[in-house]
Structure formats: structure tokens, C-alpha cells
């Protein structure tokens, strides 16, 4: 059995400001880079580098962009099978201020990828035990997949990043949920105060969801599971450079520490910060990924 990373590869081109720029200025940089992206590939890069063998399927296009990433992604220790596309490789420019983080993201090709591309590459899906899924694909795509997968027993993470328009068909197939805070209330329609309530009502409404880890940034995350409290878990300490990534490592992380380490979901949770907060104190998404080593490195299970 296999698992399946189904999503969005984009060249990550951050840059790092010791201020906020005023109207006009032209603003010196104090950190760029050019970097492997995409919530996708950061996710299948981190499973890789936690020793998995798995599966990108991906869409790049006929660029030089897209040339410069399939050259990166050929050393990252995946199975690649790539879907070519007609529009320009996505690309975005996270901005990393003292204060605050933002990033201006172009879709270009992962716009356009259609069922029948999916259905062209032939692949094997009744061999998928896992797939992890996000938001930067149609919807269309990503609930056609999960339809095969589930329909041979295997389960599916959904890390739904962005969350607008979510298909109810795609959610009522997911096993594990992974947003952030914002997409979880996009989801849900309710403040923080009302998110017991909200998670249990994703319970009822969707049978095969097992739980929903939500993370909150420098805040930790929260774990809801079917008719149990809510579990906190606090983020450590860190100085952060760059937030990019964290959560897709969060998502691999936890993902492989359940189904591949056997670990409870508590203890995959503070794994999984871990594995986020060493991505919070480098510069860049697909770099900053930690190694198995580094993840494990001083990790006793509790």
C-alpha cells in the first residue's frame, strides 16, 4: 500500500523586510530566496524526508519555471507523476515583515487541471492507503481522487488550505481534517467560542471523520475527536524567520507519525509541533522541511 500527496507544486520566492514599507518607498530586502513550494510538494517533501516512500502527483507548466522545479523535485526522493498544463508554473512571494506575514500567490497551471488529466496518468488508486489532499487544486480533482481511494478502503487528509467553496461531497469522504484557524471558521461559520459545538457537528454530518486537528499558529492547535473534549497542545518556543510550511509539515508529520509510527494522536500532535516549529525558524518552505533525525532527535513518546 501507498500514499498519495495530490497537490499543488509552486516556486516559493520569499522575501524578508525589517520594516513596513510606506507608499512609495522602495524597500531593500534583508533576506530572498527561490525555493520549492506548494502546499503539495511541501507536504510530499516532508514525508520524504521523514524516510516515506511516497507518491507527488502534481501539475507543472511548459515554462521555465516549471523546468527549474521538476529539476528540484527530481533530487527530493519522490515518485513524481506530473500532469503538464498549458498556463505558466505557480508561483508566489511570501513577504515576512517584523509583525506580520502575508503572500501574494499567482495559480497559474494548478487552475486549470481537470478530472480527465487525473484520469489520463492511469494511476493505480485502489493501491493508495493514504491521501492527502488540499485546497490549491479544484475541487473537482481532489474529490474525484478521494472517491477512488475510499471506494478501495483507503482513507483521506484533508487539509482543506484555502477552505472557499468546499464541496460538503469532498468533507463527508475525509477521515482527518487538518486546517488552520481561519479555514476551520470558513468551514464552520462560527467564532472560537463555538468551535466545540461546530466540531461536533462536523462529526455528526460526516460518518468517516475521525478527528480534526486544527492548528493556531504561535497559539499551538487544538485536537477535536468524535464525542471527546478537545485536547490543547501550546506551541514551542521559537524565534520565527519564516512561517511558511509550518502547517504543511504539521499535516505530513502527523500523518506519518499516526499510520507509519503507530502513535496516538496526542503524541502525534506534539511531534507534529515540533516538526513545525523547526520550519518556523528558517527561511523558505521546501528547505526549511526537517529531516527524520531532526524531528526525532531528544523525541520520547509519552
Partial sequence: MSMVVL????????LAYDHMPVDGETARVTKSDMTVGGKGVNQAI?????????????????DPLGQWMKDRLSDAHLTLRIITGSKNTAYAVPIQLPDRHF?????????EVSVSDLQALAYDWLSVDTLILQGELPWDVSLWAASQVVSAGG????????????????????????????????????????????????????????????????????LFQRQQPRLEFPALPVDVVDPTGAG????????????RQNLSYEAACMLALKAGSLVVSRLGAGPALPTKDEVLSGWVTP
Fill in 103 to 111: 503572500i501574494f500567490h499567482v495559480p497559474g497551471v494548478n487552475e
Fill in 155 to 222: 482513507r483521506v487528509v484533508l487539509n482543506p488550505a484555502p477552505a472557499d467553496n468546499l464541496p460538503p461531497a469532498l468533507l463527508n469522504l475525509a477521515t482527518f481534517l487538518t486546517p488552520n484557524e481561519s479555514e476551520f471558521a470558513m468551514m464552520t461559520q462560527a467564532p472560537e467560542n463555538a468551535w466545540d459545538d461546530a466540531a461536533a457537528a462536523l462529526f455528526a454530518q460526516n460518518p468517516r471523520l475521525e478527528a480534526c486537528l486544527v492548528t493556531l499558529g504561535a497559539r499551538g492547535l487544538w
Fill in 7 to 14: 497537490g499543488s507544486a509552486v516556486v516559493d520566492m520569499p
Fill in 248 to 259: 504543511d509539515s504539521v499535516t505530513a508529520v502527523w500523518t506519518w507519525a499516526v499510520f
Fill in 46 to 62: 516532508q514525508l520524504a524526508r521523514l524516510g516515506e516512500d511516497v507518491t507527488l502527483i502534481t501539475v507543472l507548466g511548459e
